[in-house]
């Protein structure tokens, strides 16, 4: 089972990231089943603005990966995060994508779009958005 999950340090992030060490092994006939693809992004609002992700970030994610004895493999952050993870999603055969979305205005979502709306729309396999809890 292939399971492709957007993460940068943002909370809603971590909530997906647990949701995958939760879920992910129960989901996938034995935990050397599993293999999750992380695919880092920024954590920008904007398209426009870059999608830097600290390396040093990546390395303890996958840290955390395989102390926990899960297959991995980590994609640094490209320029476009939504049609970045859509991208990995059809190369690796994907069976699920995971993504944390967090809550942001009517006002927000119609100026700048919404990366997790573009993935949702255009991934070829099931996501699974996991949202903020209220602040």
């Not at 940068?8 to 935990?31: I, Q």
């Not at 055969?93 to 993504?99: E, F, G, K, M």
């Amino acid at each position: 089972m292939n399971i492709v999950i957007a993460q940068n340090d943002r909370p809603e992030s971590r909530l997906a990231f647990d949701w995958v060490l939760n879920h992910g092994t129960a989901m996938a006939s034995s935990p050397t089943d599993l293999h999750v693809h992380v695919v880092l992004v920024g954590g920008a609002d904007s398209p426009a603005s870059p999608n830097y992700s600290s390396p040093t970030f990546g390395e303890s994610i996958a840290a955390e990966l395989v102390r926990v004895g899960i297959s991995h493999t980590v994609h640094p952050a490209g320029h476009d995060a939504a049609t970045q993870i859509v991208e990995v999603a059809e190369s690796v055969s994907a069976d699920l994508v995971v993504i944390g979305m967090r809550r942001r205005s009517a006002t927000m979502k119609l100026l700048l779009g919404s990366q997790v709306q573009r993935v949702m729309l255009d991934a070829p396999c099931p996501v699974v958005t996991i949202k903020s809890p209220l602040d």
